[in-house]
């Protein structure tokens, strides 16, 4: 007895469907690092806790979590990579840092970010793109 054409082709239709409603992956850009000099008016220390960036295709502003990288005054720092979504291929535009500085009585203050760097090279691609240096200057910035 032969087995109905249909309940095969049901079940690779059904696997393909599962296929495509998996989240896309490919459209992240990983690995992607920041540098950040320090010059804040008053010589703090500060901590850099986000990073935010236009993304054209989106049109949208997106803000993402760093990990914590503290950077003493005069110093130039670079985060510790991380995954972008939706940023593969995509040329990001007025990146900003978002970060703390630590006050005399050595607890952080609010969170500031700087005023948006336009990079030359902006486009993100997978191969440990580094974007900087975003120079903090003082805890006014937009």
């Keep these: 007895m032969r087995k109905p054409m249909i309940s095969s082709l049901a079940v690779v239709a059904a696997a393909a469907a599962a296929a495509m409603a998996q989240p896309a992956v490919a459209d992240t850009c990983k690995n992607v690092k920041f540098k950040v000099?320090?010059?804040?008016?008053?010589g703090r220390p500060i901590e850099i806790r986000k990073v935010k960036y236009y993304n054209p295709h989106t049109r949208s502003t997106r803000t993402e979590d760093v990990k914590n990288t503290r950077c003493s005054h005069g110093s130039t720092c670079t985060t510790g990579g991380d995954n972008l979504t939706n940023a593969l291929n995509v040329d990001l535009?007025?990146?900003q840092v978002v970060f703390v500085y630590e006050e005399r009585d050595g607890q952080w203050s609010r969170e500031f970010q700087t005023q948006p760097f336009k990079p030359t090279y902006r486009k993100c691609t997978n191969s440990d793109k580094v974007y900087g240096p975003v120079v903090v200057s003082d805890s006014a910035g937009g």
């Design 93 to 95: 535009n007025d990146i």
């Design 37 to 42: 000099t320090n010059n804040h008016a008053e």
